[in-house]
Nanobody
Framework: QVQLVESGGGLVQAGGSLRLSCAASGSTFSSYVMAWFRQFPGKERESVAIISANGGSTYTPDSVKGRFTISRDNAKNTVSLEMNSLKPEDTAVYYC???????????????WGQGTQVTVSS
């Protein structure tokens, strides 16, 4: 089992940056694929970044490519999402998740954090 707690959300102006962090409990963190998802009101969660268990592979969709960067520190049981050049349309609740495979489907992730709100003002 792993428990996830996100932090770092908040209000930022368009063009600004935020860094989200996710702290994981448990000794098996380094065996999990980690991902960041976001959810707009009334919409399904969508993936914005995925990183392999050892950190050697990452994936970001075209919607955030070049702006969002995922990283992890297995020694500290943390995964981060660096978000730059933020746009008002990035406003959403952001979740970190742990799973076994690098896929974008929410159903493949076993553990979720509680979410953190990111609001980008124009």
């Amino acid at each position: 089992q792993v428990q996830l707690v996100e932090s770092g959300g908040g209000l930022v102006q368009a063009g600004g940056s935020l860094r989200l962090s996710c702290a994981a409990s448990g000794s098996t963190f380094s065996s999990y694929v980690m991902a960041w998802f976001r959810q707009f009101p009334g919409k399904e969660r969508e993936s914005v970044a995925i990183i392999s268990a050892n950190g050697g592979s990452t994936y970001t969709p075209d919607s955030v490519k070049g702006r969002f960067t995922i990283s992890r520190d297995n020694a500290k049981n943390t995964v981060s999402l660096e978000m730059n050049s933020l746009k008002p349309e990035d406003t959403a609740v952001y979740y970190c998740a742990a799973g076994k495979y690098m896929v974008s489907l929410t159903s493949w992730y076993d553990h979720w954090g509680q979410g953190t709100q990111v609001t980008v003002s124009s």
